[in-house]
């Protein structure tokens, strides 16, 4: 895991990039994709903990991404995962990807992972019950319907 430079042309290409790609696999069209807030959303992210994007690599090879959000839902003693994006399917990036802020959480003191899932995405959503994941409520301040599931750090 590397923190990525969103700041950079290079970086900000990859997060927009994986961005888009999420959506469209998670919802199966563009509708209502904003783009620009995602990217001003992880600099927010960023500015407040430089490590809050990162790039996973297996080897020399882009993984996936992850992206923490340090201060929502803070008070609870809760963290934020805004965004997975796994390059690597079916091959473990997933459990590696949700570890890495498992433990970054955990050495923050955060007794509670979460995050937001499309309900219609049933493979995430399948893969998040596995490891762990229990279905909370519901995020109606969202675009579209996603499911709010939480994990349990303690």
């Not at 959480?105 to 493979?123: D, F, M, P, S, V």
Request: glycine letters at 8%; a neutral charge.
């Amino acid at each position: 895991f590397v923190p990525l430079d969103i700041e950079s042309n290079a970086g900000a290409a990859l997060y927009q990039l994986c961005r888009a790609e999420g959506w469209l696999s998670s919802h199966g069209a563009m509708d209502r994709y904003d783009g620009a807030a995602f990217y001003a959303q992880a600099r927010a992210n960023q500015a407040v903990y430089s490590e809050a994007v990162m790039a996973a690599y297996c080897e020399d090879t882009f993984a996936g991404l992850l992206q923490l959000d340090t201060e929502q839902d803070k008070a609870e003693g809760v963290g934020r995962v805004p965004f997975v994006y796994m390059d690597y399917r079916k091959q473990g990036a997933g459990v590696q990807l949700i570890g890495e802020a498992v433990s970054r959480y955990r050495r923050l003191g955060r007794k509670k992972l979460r995050l937001r899932c499309a309900a219609e995405n049933e493979i995430a959503q399948n893969f998040y019950r596995r490891i762990g994941f229990r279905k909370i409520g519901t995020d109606s301040t969202a675009p579209v319907h996603l499911d709010l599931l939480e994990l349990n750090l303690v």
